[in-house]
C-alpha cells in the first residue's frame, strides 16, 4: 500500500464512523466512496504484482484477495456479508437496543439451573440462526453434560412456537394453563440476564481472542465453565467466613493458666 494510503485510509475509516454516529449519511457515504476507491487501486495493484512474490506470501495473497473483491462488491441488502476480514465467519446479530441496534460476532446460547443458576449448556452458533431453531440442540447439549434430561424448559419470547416431545416449554408472558409453582418458574428466567452480564464483564464472553469456528466453539464453553468456577469460590469465600466469624464469637481463653489441666 502507498505510503500516503497508509495514513488515509485509516482517517477515512474513522471518519465513516463518526459520520454515521452523527447520521450524517451523506458525508458518510462520500467518505465511504473515497475509500472503497483507494482500497480498490491497492487491491488491483497487488493482483497485477502477485506473480513476483514468495510463494508464502503468494498463498496469502490468495486467501485475502477474494475477501477484499467481496467487500468491495458486496450491496447493504445483501444476505451473507464479510465483516470481517481477519474473522470471515462474523455475522451481524441486531439486538433491537436504542444504545447497542446492532452487534457483531457469534451468537451463543445459555442454559442455567433454575434455582442455583449453574451453568449446565453454552455453545456457539455460526451463521445468526433464529432463536427456536437452537433450542433442540441446546437441550442436548445440556442433556449430555448433565447426564439427565430436563423436563422443563424455562425461554423467553423469541422460542415461541417451539415443541420439543417430552420436554415441557415455558415462555415469558404465557398464561394459558400456567399454575402459580409455574408462574414463580417462568419470573426465574429473568435470572440469567445477571449471568450472562457477569459472564461479558468478567468472564470475556464479550471479545473473543481465539480464531476460527473452532475458537467460537471453545471460548463459549470455556467461559460457562469459568462462570462455575467463580461460583464455587464465591461459595467457599462464604463458607470460610462463617466459619471465621463463628470461631472468633467464642470465649476464648485468655490466659494458659484458664486450661485444664488433665
Request: glycine content about 8%.
Amino acid at each position: 500500500m502507498p505510503y500516503g494510503y497508509n495514513r488515509e485510509a485509516p482517517r477515512l475509516a474513522i471518519q465513516v464512523g463518526r459520520y454515521a454516529h452523527a447520521k450524517q449519511f451523506k458525508r458518510m457515504r462520500k467518505s465511504l466512496k473515497t475509500l472503497c476507491t483507494r482500497v480498490g487501486r491497492v487491491y488491483r495493484d497487488v493482483e497485477r504484482q502477485i506473480g513476483g512474490l514468495p510463494e508464502t506470501q503468494q498463498a496469502q495473497g490468495k486467501n485475502l484477495l477474494p475477501r477484499v473483491q467481496r467487500i468491495l462488491t458486496q450491496k447493504p441488502k445483501d444476505k451473507n456479508k464479510l465483516y470481517a476480514l481477519h474473522a470471515p465467519e462474523v455475522s451481524c446479530i441486531s439486538k433491537g437496543k436504542a444504545r447497542t441496534p446492532y452487534e457483531f460476532g457469534c451468537k451463543v446460547t445459555v442454559a442455567v439451573t433454575a434455582k442455583e443458576g449453574w451453568v449446565v449448556g453454552m455453545r456457539a452458533l455460526q451463521g445468526n440462526p433464529w432463536d427456536g431453531h437452537t433450542l433442540a440442540e441446546t437441550l442436548e447439549q445440556v442433556s449430555i453434560l448433565a447426564n439427565q434430561t430436563p423436563k422443563i424448559a424455562v425461554v423467553d419470547k423469541g422460542y415461541r412456537g417451539v415443541e420439543i416431545a417430552g420436554i415441557q416449554i415455558l415462555r415469558s408472558g404465557q398464561r394459558r394453563g400456567i399454575t402459580k409453582s409455574l408462574r414463580a418458574l417462568i419470573h426465574r428466567r429473568s435470572a440469567i440476564e445477571p449471568i450472562i452480564g457477569h459472564m461479558k464483564s468478567d468472564g470475556r464472553l464479550q471479545r473473543n481472542p481465539l480464531k476460527g469456528e473452532l475458537g467460537d466453539a471453545l471460548h463459549a464453553v470455556l467461559c460457562g465453565a469459568g462462570q462455575n468456577i467463580r461460583w464455587l469460590l464465591k461459595q467457599l469465600r462464604l463458607f470460610c467466613a462463617r466459619n471465621l466469624r463463628w470461631l472468633f464469637s467464642l470465649d476464648w481463653p485468655q490466659t494458659l493458666d484458664q486450661f485444664a489441666v488433665a
